[in-house]
RNA sequence: GCGCCCGUAGCUCAGCUGGAUAGAGCGCAGCCCUCCGGAGGCUGAGGUCAGAGGUUCGAAUCCUCUCGGGCGCGCCA
């Protein structure tokens, strides 16, 4: 409909080009909105008020020879200038109707669109380190992330999900040493363990596990793993140090082999514990994108030397640096340390690097808002790279942060007693989880209330929703109990008895459905098809309360049932993309 | 100190990229079917859009400054 008044509209422009009224040089943005009020009809331009400065000329007037110049046509049934000059089009009621047809022939497939056919879009999200369980920060990267992919395919694009594993690094070192050193106690042995370690239980389990399926073949003796070892930041030392230390003499007592071994059963431990809570989350990827990979097979030499070719790689104080600094970053940065090791940086490059390869026409980075520092050197690395720097699109989500009623609940890694994302989908559940998390912009600090999120009344927009849909299909369960019949293309043919005031709001907001999520999907707000599931939710429980469906007269009853069957198909839509259940009873 | 994000009703938040009288939910004050699920609906009170300038036909929205909150500024990842 919208796209019909642009054309319509369009066409204007060009007649008064041709007259000569507007320049030929003009070449307006049209836009066209839904208006608010309904006595502005049902869409609205302001066309005039833009085009009434370079065409030099008054807004009403310019409107009056536009709304003249405007082709006839059978779906808009008036055309009215209002206010300072803004064109409203009253559509002819008839096409509303045949949104309710429309949405029982397409079903599931009413409002995807096709806008991103041909469009490959790679979705990188939550990529958090597996040293240990997900937690609810996590939680919000991976639901919005997860949606936001949902609503690209909705809108046609070929969508490729991927998580970014740092499964190289310190980190991760600090991870098999920590599990190591429980190990140990596990054997018997006293250890002291380092202030920077990971203290979290799931730590303690990995050890467990690995003590009881291997006997002692790890087992050494504290006193060697000490032996000389710099003191830890409780007894006056440098816990950076301490740690590093442990790590080299646990990869010296190990030896190369062994160590691997460690390393790897804890990465791939924590690894299938976070793919199984993401699974349970509803969250799924394409691929688990490596790092160490990328360190392995050469990937981060080749980047580098893509840089060094094109002049952006210089050596200082014996490291090497990237100099990003000339491409908008605030300073330049190090890729190969003085020690000869690349840093997280110099792997991201060839990460990104790899994307670029993979011809991908949009990259959309989804990272926590801590890293929005980031930002400018991996477009600085993009550019460096020879790509076009507006393929990567950065989007930043905000902490999340939890209150059970109106207290806090305190969040620390430290003491490893943070709440996990498991934690937080069994209390409150998956589709509370997923809908609390997706309720807000994403740049918007979000206050997530537990206590709410589990209410099971009309404080709690989920159930709200749902309860729509919950309530759809028993008033079709009480059709059979009340020995009434339901014919379908009878329904159809007296759509146009529909006129109560409650019917035609209700249609409108189904023919708004593609729109809503067409927007969703482009500017990458999950949020906004919330909103419109909530408006929905609301017009038909007002709707509800109104009038009766389920009366005698077989032509208004079949037309309200195709009406609210069809509302019933349009949350399930809705909810099915956000990945949450759509109950028939509740 | 510099940079990024945010500031809208008592609370939590929308506000369609500059449009018409700034909207929801919760909370508060009143109400509603002998009838399809009252987990619902209706009505009302509640606002200097943090503040001050500017841009223009028109600003919550764009620009500058100030105030307040969050987060970043490693040869960590």
């Known amino acids: 409909m919208k796209q019909k008044i642009e054309e319509l509209i369009l066409q204007a422009v060009g007649v008064l080009k041709a007259e000569g009224i507007l320049g030929l040089e003009i070449t307006p943005h049209i836009t066209i909105e839904r208006t608010r009020d309904p006595q502005h009809g049902d869409f609205a331009s302001n066309l005039a008020l833009v085009l009434a400065k370079p065409a030099k000329a008054n807004p009403r007037q310019l409107a009056e020879k536009i709304i003249a110049a405007l082709p006839q046509h059978e779906a808009v049934l008036k055309v009215e200038l209002a206010g300072p000059g803004f064109i409203n089009f009253f559509i002819n009621p008839d096409s509303q109707y045949q949104t309710v047809s429309q949405i029982h022939a397409e079903g599931r497939k009413f409002g995807l669109s096709t806008i991103g056919a041909g469009k490959k879009v790679q979705v990188e999200f939550v990529s958090a380190n597996p040293t240990g369980p997900l937690h609810v920060g996590h939680g919000r990267g991976a639901a919005y992330g997860s949606v936001v992919a949902d609503l690209l395919e909705a809108a046609g694009f070929e969508v490729h999900r991927e998580y970014y594993v740092n499964d190289a690094g310190r980190q991760m070192d600090i991870l098999a040493t920590s599990i190591w050193l429980r190990y140990l106690e596990e054997c018997g042995e006293l250890v002291h363990f380092p202030s920077n370690g990971y203290r979290g239980d799931y730590v303690r389990e990995i050890a467990w596990n690995i003590h009881k399926n291997s006997s002692d073949q790890y087992h050494r003796r504290i006193e060697q793993v000490l032996e000389n070892i710099p003191a830890d930041e409780p007894q006056g030392g440098d816990k950076e140090v301490h740690i590093d230390a442990l790590i080299d003499r646990t990869k010296t007592l190990l030896g190369p082999s062994l160590y691997r071994d460690f390393f790897q059963f804890g990465l791939d431990n924590i690894l299938e514990d976070i793919k199984v809570d993401l699974n349970e989350f509803g969250v799924e990827y394409q691929q688990w994108f490596s790092e160490r990979q990328l360190m392995d097979n050469g990937s981060v030499?080749?980047?580098?030397?893509?840089?060094?070719?094109?002049?952006?790689?210089?050596?200082?104080?014996?490291?090497?640096?990237?100099?990003?600094?000339?491409?908008?970053?605030?300073?330049?940065?190090?890729?190969?340390?003085?020690?000869?090791?690349?840093?997280?940086?110099?792997?991201?490059?060839?990460?990104?690097?790899?994307?670029?390869?993979?011809?991908?026409?949009?990259?959309?980075?989804?990272?926590?808002?801590?890293?929005?520092?980031?930002?400018?050197?991996?477009?600085?690395?993009?550019?460096?790279?020879?790509?076009?720097?507006?393929?990567?699109?950065?989007?930043?989500?905000?902490?999340?942060?939890?209150?059970?009623?109106?207290?806090?609940?305190?969040?620390?890694?430290?003491?490893?007693?943070?709440?996990?994302?498991?934690?937080?989908?069994?209390?409150?559940?998956?589709?509370?989880?997923?809908?609390?998390?997706?309720?807000?912009?994403?740049?918007?600090?979000?206050?997530?209330?537990?206590?709410?999120?589990?209410?099971?009344?009309?404080?709690?927009?989920?159930?709200?929703?749902?309860?729509?849909?919950?309530?759809?299909?028993?008033?079709?369960?009480?059709?059979?109990?009340?020995?009434?019949?339901?014919?379908?293309?009878?329904?159809?043919?007296?759509?146009?008895?529909?006129?109560?005031?409650?019917?035609?709001?209700?249609?409108?907001?189904?023919?708004?459905?593609?729109?809503?999520?067409?927007?969703?999907?482009?500017?990458?707000?999950?949020?906004?098809?919330?909103?419109?599931?909530?408006?929905?939710?609301?017009?038909?429980?007002?709707?509800?309360?109104?009038?009766?469906?389920?009366?005698?007269?077989?032509?208004?009853?079949?037309?309200?049932?195709?009406?609210?069957?069809?509302?019933?198909?349009?949350?399930?839509?809705?909810?099915?993309?956000?990945?949450?259940?759509?109950?028939?009873?509740?």
């Open 301 to 586: 030499e080749k980047a580098l030397e893509r840089l060094r070719i094109g002049g952006h790689l210089y050596e200082q104080d014996g490291a090497t640096w990237f100099a990003s600094s000339q491409l908008g970053d605030e300073k330049d940065r190090v890729v190969v340390r003085e020690n000869g090791q690349f840093t997280y940086f110099a792997s991201d490059i060839a990460y990104h690097m790899d994307k670029l390869d993979r011809g991908f026409d949009q990259i959309i980075d989804i990272w926590g808002a801590d890293h929005h520092g980031y930002v400018p050197r991996v477009r600085a690395a993009i550019q460096a790279l020879g790509a076009d720097e507006s393929k990567l699109k950065v989007l930043l989500v905000q902490f999340a942060v939890l209150y059970r009623g109106e207290e806090r609940v305190q969040m620390s890694t430290r003491s490893g007693e943070f709440v996990t994302l498991r934690q937080l989908r069994n209390e409150v559940g998956k589709d509370a989880a997923r809908f609390f998390y997706v309720m807000r912009r994403s740049e918007q600090h979000m206050d997530f209330d537990l206590k709410l999120a589990t209410s099971k009344s009309n404080e709690n927009p989920v159930f709200y929703v749902q309860y729509a849909h919950a309530r759809i299909c028993s008033v079709f369960r009480q059709l059979d109990e009340k020995g009434l019949e339901r014919n379908l293309l009878l329904g159809m043919r007296n759509l146009t008895g529909l006129t109560e005031e409650h019917e035609v709001l209700l249609l409108g907001t189904l023919a708004r459905y593609p729109e809503v999520l067409e927007r969703a999907a482009l500017q990458y707000e999950p949020h906004q098809v919330i909103h419109y599931l909530r408006d929905l939710a609301t017009e038909f429980h007002t709707y509800y309360n109104a009038h009766q469906f389920l009366v005698e007269d077989d032509g208004i009853r079949n037309a309200r049932l195709n009406l609210v069957s069809a509302v019933k198909q349009v949350l399930a839509n809705g909810l099915g993309l956000l990945n949450i259940n759509t109950p028939e009873a509740m």
